[in-house]
């Protein structure tokens, strides 16, 4: 009995442990609106992430979590209850993390090219500042 017991808790923490956290739900909506607007870079697949989880630790793998990825595959067939949805999450967690980065670098890109033309004084100073504040909009 005290082996059974010991054998739960230790699928209890396996499970708990391999789970990828995954978006909060602030992310999530903008996740969403990334999608809307054709923004959204999709390095890593949410639906092959999931698909994948189902393989021994390999859902894990996917998404750079490797340490999750050997446990998972020590705890297979009982891994595939978490699995997919660590394999899932982690992808949505990749693709926000990018596309965040790369609208970043985007702005700062235009914001720089418009301060390369005030330095050069191809624009005044109000001009600038309006068109500073249309960057800012635009990747707001």
Do not use: H
């Not at 894990?60 to 020590?74: D, H, Q, T």
């Not at 720089?112 to 001009?127: N, P």
């Not at 249309?134 to 990747?139: A, D, H």
């Amino acid at each position: 009995m005290k082996a059974v017991k010991e054998i739960c808790l230790l699928m209890l923490i396996l499970a708990l442990s391999g789970c990828a956290g995954g978006l909060n739900s602030i992310q999530k909506k903008e996740y969403v609106a990334f999608e809307y607007d054709g923004v959204l870079v999709k390095e890593k697949n949410p639906v092959t992430g999931a698909v994948l989880g189902i393989l021994p630790g390999i859902g894990s793998f996917y998404v750079g979590e490797v340490g999750y990825g050997i446990l998972n595959l020590l705890a297979w067939p009982v891994s595939i209850l978490w699995d997919p949805i660590s394999g899932y999450n982690g992808s949505m967690s990749i693709n926000y993390d990018i596309t965040k980065k790369v609208l970043r670098d985007k702005k700062n890109k235009e914001i720089s090219m418009l301060d390369d033309q005030l330095a050069g004084k191809k624009i005044d100073t109000s001009t600038y500042f309006l068109e500073k504040r249309k960057i800012e909009n635009k990747y707001n």
